[in-house]
């Protein structure tokens, strides 16, 4: 049984926790600080705040009361055997961060770097997002800490995720409209960078993924890789065995990096990434930045990213908001470059074949950005064949996308959808009104 | 990293020498290559140094500035929006080192890593370029970019803010040749009701450091400012408002805003000196 470009039997003899055992700030060429100077002392304190909490039993406990009553870990895992038959019958297994508070994996990072913000002696966090759950997650546990929330979106983001706009607003959070270069991920991340190096006396950039100047690359995957601790141990006791590959979706690469990194030192167990693959990788017109497999710096890290010949970052395109993004976290350029994990590009209609197939054959709705890896375990269990067994992070839900599914499952009539347009239209996105509400 | 005994004057580092003789700060003008076109650029940019500035900084567009505030945004974007390329960039070099003056390229750090660090510089320098600006690499990861303007003779311009620890400071002036850009306040581009005392204040404290040479940029505008500024730093580094004149008025607008600019500048130590010389940080003299 083998899988082609996995790159998993590539290194079978790794040490015991040597990939597990990476620090930023570079993986491998990858990583590192490429910030205005401004910012160093913020991302010192950062590093030295989040060290000395990591390590202090207090932190840890508070983090792990919160997710045991708050977030609802652990997530469960789900066995999808009529979905499976469609995947060569395979055996599949999904990991339900889906269910979690706010609806996706976000809020594991949310409320650990929130919990930093506070033991930092700050009052305000500012975030980007893109599908919104980021944002959803991050509102959700200002309010819950008492701190002060900006949230930055693209213009464009925030027409298509219009319901989550409305979840921050009612959840206290100001959300602002990025007017500016594709008003998508990545022109929140620009605005929120100066928005903090502005104002960083006071406010702690909650960035959502792990991507970013370093110690976020490896702070946000060690809030995360509770996914891949619980899902190891939860494998092990349901199959008695070590699934064959483990998949995830990757657009700056958290929930991918969260499952991973428990499996890293486990050479017989491939990892595999599903990259948003758009209109088809050779179209162009897509976000698969480490199949495109260009070196370069955006966002304060050394990473593999989508830019034409001059360095001018490249558009992304992907139906799912949340994977919308020209880069990926340096931790994953690391791990492709070494072959310790593959990354595949799925297209939006691939991706919405498997959105369509798990919601009737298992009853449940996966966000857009998850139904990328459910595509990749279709694939990857007709590969393998019906002895495999596979592990799908399942990092979000897809209530946020139904107005998205609709449109493309045309499951909506003509009238039902100028409805639908007519009360998006409604929604004071760009006034910024509603924070008081 | 070469050693420490290298000569950190360079090219932009000797001019302002010439002016702290001369008993007055450098104006120091910043402009998008490429904007509102490219031809139009380069005549604005030569026509500040024929109306007084000593010292051009012509901006790489870049798809994302993050240090950048929305005057400077909106003009880089149109630049590419045109279609403006980092060749075309250097061959701008070229044309405005006609005019006499040092040109420095500012730009953030991944067209230049595209380009090829050493190529760049190779290019920069056969341009008649002076060095680079670099808001967004920090020297730490400045090792490939330390070698290569090593190499090619060029100026490498970094920059401190008020929130650089002391070790900081030191190993940035280190780091620099020609000049430290010190940023005036914790934020970005942009023109600012007032500097601030955050500016005096790191400008002191960066010369504390062991720096030589120390200019100032972030939120300078207007004449009184560069007054302000000129009595006590190196150099006066003004970039919005020349963008937001040239966007307004045209190149006319420029040529007066580098007049009155200079008109300020050249009164500063003037004032400081009538003020005694205490303060005015000239302490290295």
């Given amino acids: 049984m083998t899988i082609a470009g996995s790159g998993a039997r590539q290194q079978p003899q790794q040490q015991p926790g040597h990939l597990r055992d990476q620090h930023g700030p570079y993986f491998g060429q990858f990583g590192g600080r490429f910030v205005p100077e401004a910012l160093i002392r913020a991302l010192d304190e950062l590093d030295t705040c989040y060290r000395q909490a990591w390590a202090d039993e207090a932190f840890r406990a508070e983090l792990d009361r919160l997710h045991a009553t708050y977030t609802g870990r652990p997530s469960i895992l789900t066995e999808v055997p009529r979905f499976a038959e469609h995947a060569g019958g395979a055996r599949i297994l999904l990991k339900r961060e889906d269910l979690n508070h706010t609806g996706s994996h976000k809020i594991n990072n949310v409320l650990g770097q929130a919990l930093l913000t506070k033991r930092m002696g700050k009052t305000r966090v500012i975030a980007e997002t893109g599908a919104g759950q980021h944002g959803v997650a991050t509102a959700t546990a200002a309010a819950l800490l008492d701190l002060e929330c900006v949230v930055y979106m693209g213009e464009h983001d925030t027409e298509r995720q219009a319901l989550n706009v409305a979840r921050m607003r009612l959840l206290g959070a100001d959300v602002i409209p990025v007017k500016t270069g594709s008003r998508t991920l990545k022109d929140a991340i620009n605005e929120a960078l100066r928005d903090w190096v502005t104002n960083v006396d006071t406010t702690h950039y909650l960035m959502g993924t792990v991507a970013g100047p370093h110690p976020f690359p490896e702070m946000v995957r060690d809030f995360q890789k509770v996914i891949g601790e619980e899902a190891r141990g939860q494998v092990l006791d349901l199959t008695g065995r070590l699934p064959d590959a483990v998949l995830a979706c990757v657009g700056g690469g958290s929930n991918a990096i969260g499952i991973f990194h428990a499996f890293l030192d486990d050479p017989d167990v491939a990892l595999i990434s599903l990259e948003?693959?758009?209109?088809?990788?050779?179209?162009?017109?897509?976000?698969?930045?480490?199949?495109?497999?260009?070196?370069?710096?955006?966002?304060?890290?050394?990473?593999?990213?989508?830019?034409?010949?001059?360095?001018?970052t490249l558009e992304s395109h992907s139906i799912s908001a949340g994977l919308d993004y020209p880069g990926v976290g340096p931790e994953h350029a690391w791990l492709a470059s070494t072959g310790r994990a593959a990354y595949r590009p799925v297209t939006d209609s691939a991706a919405m074949e498997a959105f369509r197939l798990l919601c009737r054959t298992e009853g449940i709705i996966p966000a857009i950005e998850s139904a990328h890896a459910l595509a990749g375990a279709l694939e990857t269990g007709r590969e393998l064949g019906p002895d495999s067994l596979l592990l799908v992070n399942l990092s979000g839900r897809g209530d946020k996308d139904v107005d998205t599914a609709a449109r493309w499952f045309g499951v909506l009539s003509d009238a039902d959808l100028v409805q639908s347009a007519a009360t998006a239209a409604a929604t004071p996105v760009d006034e910024g009104e509603g924070a008081g509400w | 990293m070469t050693g420490s005994a290298v000569d950190q004057t360079g090219r932009t580092g000797a001019r302002l020498e010439e002016l702290r003789a001369a008993g007055r700060a450098a104006l120091i003008s910043f402009l998008p290559a490429g904007f509102p076109d490219l031809e139009t650029s380069v005549a604005a940019a030569r026509a500040a140094v024929e109306a007084g500035v000593d010292i051009v900084e012509l901006g790489l567009p870049y798809s994302d500035p993050v240090m950048d505030g929305p005057v400077i945004q909106r003009a880089a974007q149109q630049a590419l929006d045109g279609g403006t390329r980092t060749k075309q960039v250097l061959h701008a070099v070229e044309q405005v080192a006609a005019a006499g003056a040092p040109v420095v390229v500012m730009t953030y750090w991944n067209p230049v890593l595209r380009y090829g660090v050493d190529a760049f510089a190779r290019d920069l320098a056969s341009a008649g370029g002076a060095g680079l600006i670099t808001p967004d690499l920090v020297p730490d990861e400045a090792g490939e970019w330390i070698a290569a303007s090593d190499a090619h003779d060029l100026d490498r311009i970094f920059l401190v803010a008020p929130s650089s620890s002391p070790e900081r400071l030191a190993m940035t002036a280190r780091a620099c040749r020609g000049f430290v850009y010190a940023a005036s306040t914790m934020g970005v581009t942009g023109v600012r009701a007032s500097v601030g005392d955050a500016a005096q204040r790191l400008v002191h404290d960066t010369r504390g450091a062991g720096a030589e040479r120390v200019c100032v940029g972030l939120g300078v505008s207007n004449p009184e400012q560069a007054a302000e500024v000129g009595a006590y730093a190196d150099g006066v580094i003004v970039g919005s408002a020349f963008v937001k004149a040239l966007d307004d008025r045209g190149l006319d607008g420029v040529t007066q805003l580098a007049g009155d600019l200079a008109a300020g500048v050249a009164r500063s130590r003037a004032a400081a000196a009538t003020n005694s010389t205490a303060g005015t940080g000239k302490a290295s003299e």
């Fill in chain 1, 276 to 312: 948003a693959g758009g209109d088809g990788f050779d179209t162009g017109r897509h976000a698969s930045s480490i199949t495109a497999g260009q070196t370069g710096v955006l966002h304060g890290a050394k990473s593999f990213l989508l830019q034409d010949e001059d360095g001018q």
